[in-house]
């Protein structure tokens, strides 16, 4: 008899509990933007690139930084239908990570330097840009990663055939085909 009446006590204090748990949210996220910023290492971080001053080609870094939308598409089931005493209901504690619905997805980037001291001539250096302190390539990281990226810094693996004056510009393509640009102004090397 004891034993039938704890479980039909646990039963009843359990009830409102599992009710209550999984009130994840879902939530669609959207790449709206690239931003990027020229960068240089200071000791153990980076500072960005000041303009007036000129620095080694292998001591510039770009930092890409997608930006994105998100919207709340459901706000979980359960959500404040939960029956029983307050004390229970300020106890409850969601049980599982948010629902996240990626509406696109970073197909490919694309880096160009345009030589400032010959009329903007474009040089395609994506080959040349591996993600900063490995050897890791942009379409490596777009794959690793799954088009799902935020921010990462990139560098030249070769600067051979840099130009002594650049200004950068970014493409990334996305899977939906919205195209996202960002460049920076001119970048001068010693």
């Known amino acids: 008899m004891k034993r039938l009446v704890r479980k039909v006590l646990l039963v009843i204090l359990v009830t409102p509990l599992s009710l209550a748990c999984c009130n994840e949210e879902t939530y669609e996220i959207t790449i709206s933007g690239l931003e990027s910023r020229a960068l240089v290492p200071q000791g153990t ?11 080694d080609k292998n001591q510039l870094f770009i930092e890409l930084r997608f930006t994105a939308i998100e919207d709340i598409v459901s706000r979980g089931r359960g959500r404040n ?5 307050a004390v ?3 106890a409850v504690v969601p049980c ?3 629902v996240l619905i990626n509406k696109n997805r970073v197909e490919s980037i694309r880096v160009e330097v345009l030589d400032a001291d010959n009329n903007n001539e474009g040089l395609d250096v994506t080959d040349q840009m591996v993600v900063q302190g490995t050897d890791i390539s942009l379409s490596e990281v777009i794959a690793q990663s799954e088009g799902l990226l935020t921010d990462f810094l990139v560098g030249f693996s070769d600067t051979s055939n840099i130009p ?3 200004v950068y510009v970014i493409e990334a393509t996305l899977n939906d085909g919205t195209v996202l640009e960002s460049s920076d102004g001119i970048i001068s090397f010693n």
Not at 45 to 55: A, R
């Open 45 to 55: 971080s980076f500072i960005e690139y000041d303009k007036q001053n000129s620095i």
């Open 88 to 90: 229970l209901q300020a």
């Open 164 to 166: 002594d004056r650049i």
């Open 96 to 98: 599982a990570d948010q």
């Open 81 to 85: 239908k939960i029956a029983g005493p």
